[in-house]
């Protein structure tokens, strides 16, 4: 079974930057859609970032022009570029891939 590993998390200060690494058990190329969601503090989880097969991609309004989500098909890994950091930002992040089981998250929390 194909399985979601995330990584990257961390404590950063506000304005500063964080990289997720979201690496999957079996190759990526065939998935056509992956995406970020995160879960704040008494929250529920909520869509961050999209990228499809074919490199389309979309975000919340929220993190728009901040944030970054890629892709490396060799590597099977998603990535998602954080700049910007706010502590609203702080959540569990998780990704996700059509018809995958979610992965454990990883914690971002944004504090001076």
């Known amino acids: 079974q194909v399985q979601l590993v995330e990584s990257g998390g961390g404590l950063v200060q506000p304005g500063g930057s964080l990289r997720l690494s979201c690496l999957v058990s079996g190759s990526i190329s065939s998935i056509s859609l992956m995406a970020w969601y995160r879960q704040g503090p008494g929250k529920q989880r909520e869509l961050v970032a999209v990228m499809l097969n074919g490199g389309g991609t979309n975000y919340a309004v929220s993190v728009k022009g901040r944030f970054t989500i890629s892709r490396d098909n060799a590597k099977n890994t998603l990535y998602l570029q954080m700049n910007s950091l706010k502590p609203e930002d702080t959540a569990v992040y998780y990704c996700?891939?059509?018809?995958?089981?979610w992965g454990q998250g990883t914690q971002v929390t944004v504090s001076s």
């Open positions: 996700k891939a059509a018809g995958v089981p």
